[in-house]
């Protein structure tokens, strides 16, 4: 175990009495424990893996206003969206960036009815829309942004435009319209900033991944899944942030539900090497209706392109992968929208899925099914509240209702807003980072650049934290010094924490068994690994690899990693 997890442990063992302890260390979670950090009381974050390694893993990386939801009659939920994108553009400018977007259109009035069935309650699937509902959704979706509005208003083209600008989508499209959202490009690092936000701002909060709270005869308590050890904690209130899981950790601990409050749809993404096709999409998303209905996307991202997604109904929360079904599928929707362009399996570097926790519906079809969010009291022995949906984008807003609940039934008012706090490294961010960064700690254009990717205005704390321990890594910019720092600053205890969620390393495909081999090394000499546990760890780790994101990288037989 590393130092600084034994650390955190140690303070928990020292004052186990808690004001709220908030179990699930997704977004959601993540965003309860860094808004009621701010308020000054004493909160415990508990995660029964990583952080951000379930669904908010999985998302689409769009940070987005929700120009579909729409068309179900949600305007409060996109209003809320696009004032939260606004918001993370201005906190968090070094990972959510504006991205344009266009929709292909070959139709002219077709479906205009969706938006008033979906009014009407009508739950199943919409007919195709046309120029006309789509020039209707986008100047209402400009038109809430009012005054606020800080990316472009749409832009609509005809025929010959749009050969113009993307000649290699398919010929027969009539129109296309483009309008700006945003994307993040680490989404787990997000994450990982607020939780250094609040333990930052907050001594009395404390964060803790791999760990599990179960409640029993004698209260609640602590696990420490990486030893075992067991530790009694308390608290006043219990926020329940398991997303998918959360009808089932409430009942574990103490809540008895009369109705199950999430029903779940699984969301497939591809990651692609394919430069032909980055250079057809020109900068933009292409957000897209495919032959069934659904919404589809394809985007640049990171050197690859992104492609999803499925919205398939699942029964039983779960780690989960992209099927060869669903990869056929995302792989078939591209391919029928650019017939020019070679895309094939071949191409996948990775692929990932994840279970998005949306609110119990007998919506015939899953795109009606609301992407709003919802808090519920759910009552046991330690009063606990549930947080029921939610998506990355209205994450804070979602948090903001939560906490503001919470202090209600202890007693409290609220003393800080999070709307206007700079994230991580968006704090002091903003252009010359990659300059000072190569004068002042003499890296090469290349080291600064990864670097202020993947920090932000922290870079150069990292750098000087790297000092010394500066050692190259196979084939890639991180170093063994950014290795230290995972596991000393960002909460790194495994193999995937490093190359999966605090570096971009495995989903832009540069993983190799030279890298893995070297990162297991740097961790096992920092964590106290010994031979044994680092060979396990290495075979964990390609065993997940294969199996949840379609990589596979073989050990020669009889090796030693």
């Given at each position: 175990m590393s130092d600084a997890r034994q650390e955190r442990i140690d303070r928990i063992t020292a004052n186990p009495a808690f004001d709220v302890i908030v179990v699930g260390g997704g977004i959601n979670g993540i965003g309860v424990f860094h808004d009621l950090a701010h308020q000054g009381l004493r909160v415990l974050l508990v995660e029964m893996s990583d952080f951000c390694s379930g669904c908010s893993a999985a998302p689409s990386r769009m940070i987005h206003g929700g120009l579909r939801y729409l068309e179900n009659g949600e305007i409060s939920l996109v209003r809320e969206s696009l004032i939260e994108r606004d918001r993370l553009l201005r906190n968090a400018p070094h990972l959510v960036r504006p991205l344009p977007t266009t929709i292909p259109i070959d139709r002219f009035a077709s479906g205009l009815a969706n938006a008033a069935l979906g009014f009407l309650g009508f739950t199943g699937r919409p007919r195709?829309?046309?120029?006309?509902?789509?020039?209707?959704?986008?100047?209402?979706?400009?038109?809430?942004?009012?005054?606020?509005?800080?990316?472009?208003?749409?832009?609509?083209?005809?025929?010959?435009?749009?050969?113009?600008?993307?000649?290699?989508?398919?010929?027969?499209?009539?129109?296309?319209?483009?309008?700006?959202?945003?994307?993040?490009?680490?989404?787990?690092?997000?994450?990982?900033?607020?939780?250094?936000?609040?333990?930052?701002?907050?001594?009395?909060?404390?964060?803790?991944?791999?760990?599990?709270?179960?409640?029993?005869?004698?209260?609640?308590?602590?696990?420490?899944?990486?030893?075992?050890?067991?530790?009694?904690?308390?608290?006043?209130?219990?926020?329940?942030?398991?997303?998918?899981?959360?009808?089932?950790?409430?009942?574990?601990?103490?809540?008895?539900?009369?109705?199950?409050?999430?029903?779940?749809?699984?969301?497939?993404?591809?990651?692609?090497?394919?430069?032909?096709?980055?250079?057809?999409?020109?900068?933009?998303?292409?957000?897209?209706?495919?032959?069934?209905?659904?919404?589809?996307?394809?985007?640049?991202?990171?050197?690859?392109?992104?492609?999803?997604?499925?919205?398939?109904?699942?029964?039983?929360?779960?780690?989960?992968?992209?099927?060869?079904?669903?990869?056929?599928?995302?792989?078939?929707?591209?391919?029928?929208?650019?017939?020019?362009?070679?895309?094939?399996?071949?191409?996948?570097?990775?692929?990932?899925?994840?279970?998005?926790?949306?609110?119990?519906?007998?919506?015939?079809?899953?795109?009606?099914?609301?992407?709003?969010?919802?808090?519920?009291?759910?009552?046991?022995?330690?009063?606990?509240?549930?947080?029921?949906?939610?998506?990355?984008?209205?994450?804070?807003?979602?948090?903001?209702?939560?906490?503001?609940?919470?202090?209600?039934?202890?007693?409290?008012?609220?003393?800080?807003?999070?709307?206007?706090?700079p994230i991580g490294g968006g704090a002091g961010y903003g252009p010359g980072l990659v300059e000072n960064l190569t004068l002042h700690h003499g890296l090469s254009d290349h080291r600064a650049a990864h670097l202020a990717d993947l920090y932000g205005s922290r870079a150069a704390a990292v750098a000087t934290f790297c000092t010394g321990q500066d050692d190259p890594l196979p084939g890639v910019p991180m170093t063994a010094g950014e290795v230290v720092w995972a596991i000393r600053h960002e909460h790194a205890c495994h193999l995937a924490d490093v190359l999966q969620r605090r570096s971009p390393l495995a989903i832009r495909g540069q993983l190799s068994l030279p890298l893995i081999s070297a990162t297991a090394r740097v961790m096992a000499r920092e964590c106290g690994w010994s031979d044994a546990r680092t060979t396990a760890e290495i075979t964990r780790f390609l065993s997940d690899l294969e199996t949840y994101h379609g990589v596979r990288l073989t050990q020669p037989e009889g090796a030693l990693p």
């Open positions: 195709p829309r046309g120029a006309l509902p789509i020039k209707l959704g986008l100047a209402l979706y400009d038109a809430i942004t009012g005054r606020r509005r800080v990316l472009p208003r749409h832009r609509f083209r005809g025929r010959m435009a749009t050969r113009a600008a993307f000649p290699d989508l398919r010929p027969d499209l009539r129109f296309s319209a483009t309008y700006h959202d945003a994307w993040i490009s680490h989404p787990e690092r997000l994450g990982l900033e607020l939780i250094g936000d609040a333990s930052a701002q907050n001594a009395g909060a404390v964060a803790l991944n791999y760990a599990r709270l179960t409640h029993g005869a004698r209260g609640l308590v602590l696990t420490d899944s990486e030893t075992g050890q067991t530790l009694p904690v308390s608290a006043r209130m219990i926020v329940n942030a398991t997303g998918a899981w959360i009808d089932d950790t409430a009942a574990s601990l103490g809540a008895r539900l009369n109705e199950r409050l999430v029903s779940g749809t699984k969301g497939s993404h591809l990651i692609l090497d394919n430069p032909a096709l980055a250079a057809a999409l020109n900068g933009h998303m292409i957000y897209f209706e495919n032959a069934d209905g659904r919404v589809c996307i394809v985007f640049p991202y990171l050197g690859r392109v992104l492609a999803g997604s499925t919205d398939l109904r699942v029964n039983e929360a779960g780690r989960t992968a992209c099927s060869p079904q669903e990869r056929d599928y995302i792989l078939a929707a591209i391919g029928a929208l650019f017939p020019g362009v070679p895309i094939n399996a071949a191409q996948i570097v990775y692929s990932y899925a994840g279970i998005r926790p949306l609110p119990v519906s007998d919506a015939d079809f899953t795109g009606r099914i609301s992407r709003g969010h919802a808090v519920r009291r759910l009552g046991g022995a330690v009063p606990q509240i549930g947080m029921v949906g939610g998506k990355w984008t209205t994450y804070r807003a979602f948090a903001e209702d939560t906490v503001d609940l919470v202090l209600a039934d202890l007693g409290l008012a609220r003393s800080v807003s999070t709307r206007d706090l």
